[in-house]
């Protein structure tokens, strides 16, 4: 079978943690006749990403690592994306597609416009990580059967986009398309908030008296380990997306707050109704979930015998 062609012939990861050595080993894997290129602030990144192949190259300056790129994929914290941007001013060439795989959309679109005006800006998010972070993190799997949504800005050429999208193809995921801001307000809901809340349960327990800790970890059911691998996750990356998806997530938690504080009253009140009806209707959601095939953030989960469903028993999944 003939493979199709590549989307872009040379492609530069800046940032070679859980996400950027993920992109380098699944495009390596996908798009063997793409040469890629890497780069990291952090030297000894450098190193390990060299030592496990993350990408053909590995100059030790930025400028190198760019300058033959038909795409650049930032995959550093978001807050960093823009000083990143900064950085390849007049370093690209012309037609030189720039992508990110951030958290969250917006702030970051509008920080590498400023940057690099002019330049055919694509931004990407792999929905598609683990608690897990750093250059030993990432492997060629991670994006298979995973969503990836892409929000081009208003007016940039299709024919980029086009490509974007049938890089993140190439590499297994399942591409939608969405306006900056509404995915922010939907990552806001089915990411930031949980991981939030996660930080937040996780942090009470580990304030309570010695004793009772001990015990939290000893009893620690299958809920409470589910936060913990959640709050386990990279502290940089996650201060960063509070700060940048800051409206969003502040609209979200104040109704999770108003909903917390009527679950509040109803126990004070001894109102068994109020919280039958509550967990009756979250019972729904969890069944019409599974019920369209969507056990899992696997775009065609469920259409899978689950056994063997791509990315199940992937490195970092400690379910169990
Ligand atoms: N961790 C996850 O599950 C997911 C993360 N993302 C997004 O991917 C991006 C990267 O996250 P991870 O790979 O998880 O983080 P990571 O911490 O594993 O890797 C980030 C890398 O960026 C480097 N870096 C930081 N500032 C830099 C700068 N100014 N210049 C060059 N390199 C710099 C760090 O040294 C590090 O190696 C973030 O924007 C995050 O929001 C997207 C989807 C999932
Ligand atoms: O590990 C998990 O459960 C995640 O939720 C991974 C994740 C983290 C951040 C993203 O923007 C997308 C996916």
């Known amino acids: 079978m003939n493979e199709p062609e590549a989307p872009f012939a040379n492609v530069a990861i800046i940032g070679l943690g859980l996400i950027g050595g993920s ?3 699944a495009v390596h894997e996908t798009m063997p006749k793409v040469r890629t290129y890497g780069w990291d602030a952090d030297a000894h990144v450098r190193e390990v ?10 100059p030790a300056n930025i400028d190198d690592a760019v300058a033959d790129a038909d795409l650049v994929v930032l995959c550093v914290p978001v807050r960093a994306m823009e000083s990143v941007a900064a950085q390849l001013k007049g370093k690209l060439k012309p037609t030189c597609v720039i992508s990110d795989v951030g958290s969250c959309k917006k702030s970051v679109a509008d920080a590498i416009a400023r940057q690099l005006p002019g330049q055919p800006i694509v931004p990407a998010h792999p929905v598609a990580g683990t608690e897990h972070s750093g250059p030993e993190a990432g492997f060629a799997s991670l994006f298979q059967n995973r969503w990836c949504i892409v929000t081009p800005a208003e007016g940039v050429d299709q024919a980029h986009v086009d490509k974007v999208i049938a890089f ?5 995921a399942t591409v939608e ?11 806001a ?24 800790r001990s015990e939290v ?8 380990r589910d936060f913990t691998r959640i709050a386990a996750s990279d502290p940089t990356m996650w201060r960063d997306v509070f700060l940048s998806n800051k409206d969003a997530v502040l609209e979200i938690l104040q109704r999770f707050s108003e909903d917390l504080t009527a679950l509040q009253r109803a126990i004070r009140w001894g109102d068994g109704d109020a919280l039958f009806d509550r967990f009756s209707k ?23 015998d689950h056994g063997d469903a791509p990315g199940a028993g992937m490195p970092g999944d400690d379910s169990d």
């Open 49 to 58: 990403a060299a030592e496990r192949n993350l990408a053909h190259a590995i």
């Open 282 to 304: 979250t019972r729904e959601v969890r069944r019409s979930i599974i019920e369209e095939g969507q056990d899992d953030a696997r775009p065609d989960f469920g259409r899978h």
């Open 168 to 172: 993140w193809r190439a590499m297994g």
């Open 177 to 187: 398309t969405m306006a900056p801001d509404h995915h922010d307000r939907v990552l």
């Open 217 to 224: 970890i000893k009893y620690s059911a299958g809920g409470f």
């Open 189 to 212: 809901v089915t990411s930031h908030v949980p991981h939030l809340i996660a930080y937040t349960i996780v942090g009470t327990a580990s304030d309570l008296e010695e004793v009772t």
């Open 23 to 25: 992109v380098g080993l």
